[in-house]
Protein backbone atom coordinates (compact mmCIF):
# COMPACT_ATOMS: atom_id res chain seq x y z
CA UNK A 1 0.00 0.00 0.00
CA UNK A 2 2.81 2.64 0.76
CA UNK A 3 4.95 1.70 -2.00
CA UNK A 4 1.61 3.00 -4.24
CA UNK A 5 0.59 5.86 -2.40
CA UNK A 6 0.61 9.17 -4.68
CA UNK A 7 0.29 12.46 -2.74
CA UNK A 8 -1.60 13.68 -6.02
CA UNK A 9 -4.12 11.28 -6.07
CA UNK A 10 -4.54 9.88 -2.63
CA UNK A 11 -4.94 11.10 0.85
CA UNK A 12 -4.48 10.53 4.39
CA UNK A 13 -7.05 10.71 6.53
CA UNK A 14 -6.73 11.12 10.55
CA UNK A 15 -9.45 10.73 13.38
CA UNK A 16 -10.09 10.18 16.72
CA UNK A 17 -12.45 7.67 18.64
CA UNK A 18 -14.03 7.36 21.93
CA UNK A 19 -13.01 4.21 24.09
CA UNK A 20 -15.92 3.09 24.75
CA UNK A 21 -16.77 3.90 28.82
CA UNK A 22 -14.60 6.55 28.61
CA UNK A 23 -15.75 10.30 29.57
CA UNK A 24 -14.24 12.87 27.49
CA UNK A 25 -13.17 14.79 30.11
CA UNK A 26 -11.42 12.27 31.97
CA UNK A 27 -9.61 11.52 28.83
CA UNK A 28 -8.33 14.42 28.26
CA UNK A 29 -7.00 14.97 31.67
CA UNK A 30 -5.25 11.96 31.08
CA UNK A 31 -3.84 12.89 27.77
CA UNK A 32 -2.61 16.13 28.78
CA UNK A 33 -0.79 14.63 31.79
CA UNK A 34 1.00 12.78 29.47
CA UNK A 35 1.50 15.15 26.69
CA UNK A 36 2.97 17.26 29.16
CA UNK A 37 5.38 14.68 30.51
CA UNK A 38 6.19 13.07 27.29
CA UNK A 39 7.24 17.05 26.70
CA UNK A 40 9.06 17.24 29.55
CA UNK A 41 11.66 14.66 28.36
CA UNK A 42 11.75 15.58 25.13
CA UNK A 43 13.31 18.80 26.53
CA UNK A 44 15.85 16.46 28.89
CA UNK A 45 16.49 14.15 26.01
CA UNK A 46 17.32 17.96 23.54
CA UNK A 47 19.71 19.19 26.50
CA UNK A 48 21.11 15.86 26.24
CA UNK A 49 21.85 16.06 22.59
CA UNK A 50 23.47 19.68 22.96
CA UNK A 51 26.37 19.48 24.86
CA UNK A 52 29.13 21.88 25.85
CA UNK A 53 31.76 21.09 23.21
CA UNK A 54 28.72 22.02 20.85
CA UNK A 55 31.20 24.70 18.91
CA UNK A 56 33.36 22.29 18.19
CA UNK A 57 30.82 19.99 17.03
CA UNK A 58 29.56 22.59 14.80
CA UNK A 59 33.20 23.18 13.76
CA UNK A 60 33.62 19.75 12.81
CA UNK A 61 30.24 19.53 10.53
CA UNK A 62 30.86 22.86 8.50
CA UNK A 63 34.59 21.33 7.95
CA UNK A 64 32.30 17.96 6.53
CA UNK A 65 30.31 20.38 4.56
CA UNK A 66 33.19 21.99 3.03
CA UNK A 67 34.86 18.53 1.98
CA UNK A 68 30.98 17.58 0.40
CA UNK A 69 30.45 21.10 -1.45
CA UNK A 70 34.40 20.29 -3.02
CA UNK A 71 33.37 16.45 -4.07
CA UNK A 72 31.89 18.34 -7.30
CA UNK A 73 27.73 18.17 -6.72
CA UNK A 74 25.59 20.31 -8.08
CA UNK A 75 24.25 20.95 -4.90
CA UNK A 76 23.85 19.31 -1.61
CA UNK A 77 20.58 17.75 -0.47
CA UNK A 78 20.36 17.98 3.16
CA UNK A 79 19.36 14.71 3.68
CA UNK A 80 21.86 13.24 1.98
CA UNK A 81 24.59 15.14 4.04
CA UNK A 82 22.64 14.28 6.99
CA UNK A 83 21.93 10.28 6.42
CA UNK A 84 24.73 9.23 4.27
CA UNK A 85 27.80 11.72 3.97
CA UNK A 86 28.05 12.64 7.89
CA UNK A 87 28.35 9.20 9.45
CA UNK A 88 31.08 8.35 6.94
CA UNK A 89 32.92 11.06 8.84
CA UNK A 90 34.87 9.65 11.82
CA UNK A 91 33.31 12.50 14.82
CA UNK A 92 31.96 10.95 18.18
CA UNK A 93 29.32 12.38 18.11
CA UNK A 94 27.97 11.62 14.29
CA UNK A 95 26.95 7.99 14.75
CA UNK A 96 23.52 8.71 16.48
CA UNK A 97 20.86 10.56 13.95
CA UNK A 98 19.17 12.36 16.61
CA UNK A 99 22.82 14.29 17.50
CA UNK A 100 23.77 14.39 13.45
CA UNK A 101 20.50 16.47 13.32
CA UNK A 102 20.61 18.31 16.48
CA UNK A 103 24.15 19.48 15.44
CA UNK A 104 22.72 20.22 11.86
CA UNK A 105 19.94 22.18 13.26
CA UNK A 106 22.32 24.65 15.51
CA UNK A 107 24.65 24.78 12.61
CA UNK A 108 21.30 26.11 10.82
CA UNK A 109 20.11 28.32 13.23
CA UNK A 110 23.82 30.21 13.57
CA UNK A 111 23.64 30.95 10.54
CA UNK A 112 26.90 28.99 9.70
CA UNK A 113 24.76 26.37 7.26
CA UNK A 114 22.27 27.65 4.67
CA UNK A 115 19.13 26.49 3.23
CA UNK A 116 17.32 27.10 0.49
CA UNK A 117 15.05 24.85 -1.82
CA UNK A 118 15.14 23.62 -5.55
CA UNK A 119 12.87 22.04 -7.68
CA UNK A 120 12.32 17.98 -7.19
CA UNK A 121 12.03 16.07 -10.79
CA UNK A 122 10.69 13.16 -9.29
CA UNK A 123 8.32 14.94 -7.34
CA UNK A 124 7.43 18.50 -8.47
CA UNK A 125 5.06 18.85 -4.79
CA UNK A 126 8.15 17.89 -2.69
CA UNK A 127 11.13 20.04 -3.27
CA UNK A 128 14.68 18.84 -2.04
CA UNK A 129 16.01 21.12 0.80
CA UNK A 130 19.80 22.03 -0.07
CA UNK A 131 22.50 23.37 2.61
CA UNK A 132 25.78 25.28 1.75
CA UNK A 133 28.35 26.37 3.88
CA UNK A 134 28.11 30.22 4.68
CA UNK A 135 31.93 30.50 4.73
CA UNK A 136 31.84 34.20 6.06
CA UNK A 137 29.99 32.95 9.23
CA UNK A 138 32.15 29.62 9.36
CA UNK A 139 35.23 31.59 9.36
CA UNK A 140 35.89 29.36 6.51
CA UNK A 141 37.64 30.92 3.01
CA UNK A 142 36.40 30.81 -0.26
CA UNK A 143 38.00 28.24 -2.06
CA UNK A 144 39.19 30.48 -4.20
CA UNK A 145 40.80 32.52 -1.46
CA UNK A 146 42.43 29.06 -0.32
CA UNK A 147 45.40 29.61 -2.80
CA UNK A 148 47.46 32.89 -3.17
CA UNK A 149 50.39 33.94 -5.81
CA UNK A 150 53.59 33.44 -4.52
CA UNK A 151 56.06 36.00 -5.90
CA UNK A 152 59.53 34.67 -7.35
CA UNK A 153 62.94 35.62 -7.34
CA UNK A 154 65.02 36.59 -9.88
CA UNK A 155 63.75 37.83 -13.56
CA UNK A 156 61.09 36.62 -15.07
CA UNK A 157 60.49 33.66 -16.55
CA UNK A 158 59.90 34.49 -20.09
CA UNK A 159 63.40 36.31 -20.15
CA UNK A 160 65.23 33.11 -18.68
CA UNK A 161 64.14 31.09 -21.48
CA UNK A 162 64.96 33.36 -23.84
CA UNK A 163 68.56 33.39 -23.02
CA UNK A 164 68.14 29.82 -22.98
CA UNK A 165 67.52 30.38 -26.81
CA UNK A 166 70.59 32.19 -27.54
CA UNK A 167 68.13 35.01 -28.79
CA UNK A 168 67.98 38.76 -27.27
Request: proline residues 7%; charged residues 30%.
Amino acid sequence: MADSWSPEDDEVRIYFERLDGEEPAMRSSRASRGVSSRLMEEDEEVEALLPADLDSRVKELCGALAEAERGGHAFIALKWFRDSFLPRKTYRWNQHPETRQAVLAEAIQRGVVLTSKIANPKTPAYPTTTIRLNRAEAGIPEEAQRFHPVEAQGEPVGVAIDEDRGSE
